[in-house]
């Protein structure tokens, strides 16, 4: 019989089939990447097709916005989000509006056309954090945004780009899903005194059948009420609220976390199309003793249909104890 | 600039992107239906190949399972939800399950293969209506179900069959999104002493240029902060919480709204796939005064991204003043 779940952050009911009992190679890859490497504005040498980078680690001695970069960040070229003007917050009506004041950015992960997190040098993937961590304190020093998140759409489908990228975005307001997760997270925590996200490390350490990786200061895990198939999420042991105030020696050990869960992602469901996100407290003290950073990755697998959209919960064919078993289980190199 | 705008009943912001400012013919069809007439279990003639009738209209004398029905209510044959069994409300550490008990029924609109709500006879839309409100009411004589739905999701791509279906559902528990509604909608009653719904009602007929359609009953629009493009939705004009308990006098102009509405919606997009949802009131008297049902419409014409899923806010390249004109302005039969 299907067993409805209930996730403990956002309160969403799911429904977990495993009459369907999904396993990963049930899943079709249904688009091929497109080849765009000779049109890429992301490779090095094509920096003049881009806006004019906002931070880049390269070689000493060579200029902004030319070769011999290893990580370049620059604003998008059709942003969600501007950071020209002012809020402008107003009312139509019962109804209200504000201008999109905001930052819209976008990490090149590497020069390399066909580098992606999973396949690239570890250092490489440390290097990334890195530039999150440096340009997200840079963009926090303007009071005018309330929270900002790091994105990723990867594969044929999500992205205009196959070039690996990914998006930084600052938001003069709270998103919706961010809102629901600190009222879940205060809830628990009136409650028991207790971060929410702590509570969850430990039982998934405790319960040990959705986990897929552990090191010293990481955990990760396929969510006990998982929306969709094999998502996972990447969740600092210790209690943290801000990524960006990441502590240098967590850094290595998060990078380590993110590529072999990547790595995994990719040997389990090899070329399928994913979304990563990585939500940190939105910046006030308010939340810091219940708000805790993590990453969640959703491989893009099922369709959402007309009952999800109506209803809020979901419907997914795969246990994520067997998701769990399939990534912990897999040889990587 | 982009707009941000916040749904009063959601509290959700949305990015309307009139820069990106796609038209209808922007949006290309992406997969054509099958022709599946030969193996469709919904024909007329194949009622053995389907679990038997809930509820059917059809000629006096002919026998139940068999042919001479117009509309005819089936249990799904794969159901995400099952009425045996007990709830098994159950705590796993400290994660919550139940067993999912509820019904999932199908509604076979027609007895033809090729016809569709926004094709058929008037006096066929009604008939679905009044068999969606009859089998609503029976099912609610159960007291395990808390709330139920009827879900449309219509198209290539959006369900295994091409003949014109919906789907009633029945849960143990009020589904998060309907949960968020009525939060909105309390609060809003609690600040005004009026009902939410009402005043949107009342708002759009006053601004005019979000209507598509209007009759002495009913209103069609495209809501102020549209999440998706050509998203539409249809509201009884006068307080009502319960579609089920709708009045039969009523039953004939919301198939007029409702019918009017997907003529328009296939003229301006032709062929292209939507999920329809209907909200009611969960079963129990406490949300009368605030809640009001209504029918949701979403043309499936973009890609929900990582930006989505992660902020829970959502980008709309067509702003809802530009799709309710052209919903408006377009010539029907």
Redesign the interface.
């Given at each position: 019989?299907?067993?409805?779940?209930?996730d403990?952050i956002?309160?969403?009911?799911v429904?977990i089939?495993p009459e369907?009992g999904k396993r990963p190679s049930d899943y079709k890859k249904t688009i091929e990447e497109p080849d765009d490497s000779a049109e890429c504005p992301f490779c090095e040498g094509k920096e003049h097709l881009t806006p004019n980078e906002t931070l880049s680690f390269r070689t000493a001695g060579t200029d902004a916005n030319k070769k011999g970069w290893w990580v370049r960040i620059i604003p998008d070229s059709?942003p969600?989000?501007?950071p020209e003007?002012e809020p402008g917050r107003e009312g139509?009506?019962?109804?209200?509006?504000?201008?999109?004041i905001g930052v819209h950015e976008v990490v090149i992960e590497s020069p390399n056309h066909n580098s992606r997190i999973h396949n690239a040098t570890n250092d490489q993937v440390r290097e990334i954090i890195w530039a999150y961590k440096q340009r997200l304190l840079e963009i926090k020093k303007n009071p005018s945004y309330k929270h900002f998140?790091v994105?990723?759409?990867s594969g044929a489908?999500?992205?205009n780009f196959t070039h690996s990228h990914s998006?930084i975005?600052a938001?003069?307001?709270i998103?919706?899903?961010?809102?629901?997760e600190i009222e879940g997270a205060r809830e628990y925590y009136h409650y028991h005194d207790r971060c929410l996200f702590c509570?969850?490390v430990k039982?998934e350490q405790?319960?040990q059948m959705r986990l897929v990786y552990e090191n010293d200061q990481f955990i990760v895990f396929c969510p006990?009420?998982s929306r969709f198939p094999f998502e996972m999420q990447i969740m600092p042991k210790s209690h943290q609220p801000f990524f960006e105030m990441i502590e240098n020696n967590l850094v290595q050990t998060f990078a380590d976390a993110l590529q072999n869960t990547l790595k995994r992602q990719e040997a389990v469901l090899p070329g399928q199309p994913y979304?990563?996100?990585l939500?940190t407290s939105p910046c006030s003290d308010s939340y810091k003793d219940f708000y805790h950073w993590h990453v969640?990755i959703?491989p893009k697998l099922t369709?959402?249909?007309?009952?999800e959209?109506?209803?809020?919960?979901y419907?997914n064919p795969t246990t994520p104890e067997d998701a769990a078993k399939a990534l912990r289980d897999i040889a990587i190199k």
């Open positions: 019989m299907p067993q409805l779940r209930k403990p956002l309160k969403q009911w429904i089939s369907r059709e969600i989000l501007r003007g139509f009506g019962m109804f209200d509006a504000m201008n999109s998140m994105v990723k759409n489908g999500l992205s998006h975005i938001t003069p307001i998103p919706k899903r961010v809102e629901e509570d969850i039982q405790k319960d006990f009420a979304n990563m996100v939500h969640e959703i369709k959402v249909a007309g009952f959209w109506g209803s809020g919960f419907i």
